[in-house]
C-alpha cells in the first residue's frame, strides 16, 4: 500500500465527504458517485498543492 503525505490524506477526506454529501463534481461537471472517482480527484487536487503523492501510472 502506497503512503500518503498527511495534507494527501486530508485531501481525499475533504473530497470524500464532499462525494458522500453529493457535491463532488468531475471536470465534465457531472455528480460523483464512485468511490474510486473521488478518492482519484482528491489526489489529484493534492498532487496540484504540492503534496508527496506518487506518480499516476
Known sequence: MAK???KAQ???????HEMKE?????????KVTSKKQAVAIGLSEARKEGAKVPKKK
Not at 486530508?10 to 470524500?16: F, I, N
Open 10 to 16: 486530508e485531501k481525499v477526506h475533504e473530497t470524500m
Open 22 to 30: 453529493g457535491k463532488l463534481k468531475s471536470g465534465s461537471g457531472k
Open 4 to 6: 500518503y503525505s498527511e
